[in-house]
């Protein structure tokens, strides 16, 4: 199972890269195996600040549809426009080009709060 160690990651299946005060989040590679071929990446909150484990979008695969839930609190910067004609790219690539938001972080201290790799393992039994 791949589980990079530089990144953070939420019991919801979520993982963070944090620059500065911006964190990149899209879901593991747990996830996207679990939900199967993704079809369909929705993000309407971009531009809205939203608090810590609220639902910031939806990801649908063929056979569930599956919400998404901030890992951090703060302002959704930025969405990846490139899945809306690539969902697919969250399963050939969940790490890289299958990111899914950024956002600005609006408390850093909520950034202790998430899981390391090896915490992350654990938990989904890797």
Do not use: C, R
């Amino acid at each position: 199972m791949n589980v990079p160690a530089n990144l953070k990651y939420t019991k919801d299946h979520e993982w963070v890269s944090i620059e500065g005060d911006v964190a990149t989040v899209g879901i593991t590679h747990f996830a996207q195996k679990e939900l199967g071929d993704i079809v369909y990446v929705e993000v309407e909150t971009l531009d809205q600040t939203l608090e810590k484990d609220e639902v910031f979008g939806t990801v649908e695969a063929v056979k569930t549809v599956s919400d998404l839930f901030l890992p951090l609190s703060g302002e959704i910067i930025e969405f990846n426009d490139a899945l809306e004609s690539k969902p697919e790219s969250v399963n050939s690539d969940p790490y890289g080009a299958g990111w899914m938001i950024k956002v600005k972080i609006a408390n850093m201290d909520e950034v202790d709060s998430l899981l390391s790799s090896e915490s992350y393992k654990e938990l989904i039994g890797a």
